[in-house]
């Protein structure tokens, strides 16, 4: 089992920039292929990056095509999201995920493909 911690979220303005880590113990992260999710209150839990184990693919939600960059270190058992030109509708709650895989390039961009996740990281963005 994969141990997820996020941290990073906070109360930004339209327009500007934050940036989410997910520290991850418990298995050799380089065999995991991780995910960033969302969810806004009321709606459900959506995808926003995924990565391979690798790191040599990655997948972006339209929503966030050209704002958001999904990156990780495996050396310190880190995966990352630089999010930047902010909008209101990006405020939720994000999680990261981790699925333990044998593919090296895969890329994994639904919930259900993940066992393990976070406690999520709150993001507000005003307007």
């Known amino acids: 089992q994969v141990q997820l911690v996020e941290s990073g979220g906070g109360l930004v303005q339209a327009g500007g920039s934050l940036k989410l880590s997910c520290a991850a113990s418990?298995?050799?992260?380089?065999?995991?292929?991780m995910g960033w999710f969302r969810q806004a209150p009321g709606k459900e839990r959506d995808v926003v990056a995924a990565?391979?184990?690798?790191?040599?693919?990655?997948r972006y939600a339209d929503t966030v095509k050209g704002r958001f960059t999904i990156s990780r270190d495996n050396a310190k058992n880190t995966v990352s999201l630089q999010m930047n030109s902010l909008k209101p509708e990006d405020t939720a709650v994000y999680y990261c995920?981790?699925?333990?895989?044998?593919?090296?390039?895969?890329?994994?961009?639904?919930?259900?493909?993940?066992?393990?996740w976070g406690q999520g990281t709150q993001v507000t963005v005003s307007s």
């Open positions: 995920a981790g699925n333990p895989t044998t593919y090296y390039s895969s890329v994994y961009f639904s919930a259900p493909s993940y066992g393990s």
């Open positions: 418990g298995r050799t992260f380089s065999t995991i292929a």
């Open positions: 990565i391979s184990r690798s790191g040599d693919s990655t």
